[in-house]
T-cell receptor, first 113, second 110 residues
């Protein structure tokens, strides 16, 4: 399988639940990203990993916790979320942080109830 | 002021029409400009990439950048129903992160 794969595609969780989103890339890329996409808003960059090191955390609440165990896998751990966190969460990868051609996954549609 | 402004639409055109999609920006340091296409229930895919000012053509798609006006455009000729999607502009300054527009939703009516 090639490209960027995200699981699950859909997730409904209560505010007290703990869940994780998974992203996997088979492109040999060295940089991976988490974005949040909400209606009528630009994509919001959440986290950047380059060579498995977190290089950016854009003032994201601590209820979102990323993990990058190796260059092919990226996780977003979710805990005690709020209804306003409902959105499409997109994972992307690129050859390195300076390369503009990001490859996105299809996203996880998250609903917090 | 937002870094990147994009009219969210929606925009509906008949099949075969020429479509013009636009973005304006405020940061004069932006040098790399991209257009992404996002189909429903999918992630964005890179459609066009240009560096600095000028035009770039790829099949039915033409990207234009006017840095003096801080304005970029994507033209779609002979639009097809398969072009129906949301189009996002994105730009960056050097090695910094991408800034995205909100996206314009396009529907091409057969």
């Amino acid at each position: 399988e090639t490209g960027v794969t995200q699981t699950p595609r859909h997730l409904v969780m209560g505010m007290t639940n703990k869940k994780s989103l998974k992203c996997e890339q088979h492109l040999g890329h060295n940089a991976m990203y988490w974005y949040k996409q909400s209606a009528k808003k630009p994509l919001e960059l959440m986290f950047v990993y380059s060579l498995e090191e977190r290089v950016e955390n854009n003032s994201v609440p601590s209820r979102f916790s990323p993990e990058c165990p190796n260059s092919s896998h990226l996780f977003l751990h979710l805990h005690t979320l709020q209804p306003e966190d409902s959105a499409l969460y997109l994972c992307a990868s690129s050859q390195d942080q300076t390369y503009s051609g990001y490859t996105f996954g299809s996203g996880t549609r998250l609903t917090v109830v | 002021q937002k870094e990147v402004e994009q009219d969210p639409g929606p925009l509906s055109v008949p099949e075969g029409a020429i479509v013009s999609l636009n973005c304006t920006y405020s940061n004069s340091a932006f040098q790399y400009f991209m257009w992404y296409r996002q189909y429903s229930r999918k992630g964005p895919e890179l459609l066009m990439y240009t560096y600095s000012s000028g035009n770039k053509e790829d099949g039915r798609f033409t990207a234009q950048v006017d840095k003096s006006s801080k304005y970029i455009s994507l033209f779609i000729r002979d639009s097809q129903p398969s072009d129906s999607a949301t189009y996002l502009c994105a730009m960056r300054a050097g090695a910094n992160n991408l800034f995205f527009g909100t996206g314009t939703r396009l529907t091409v009516i057969p």
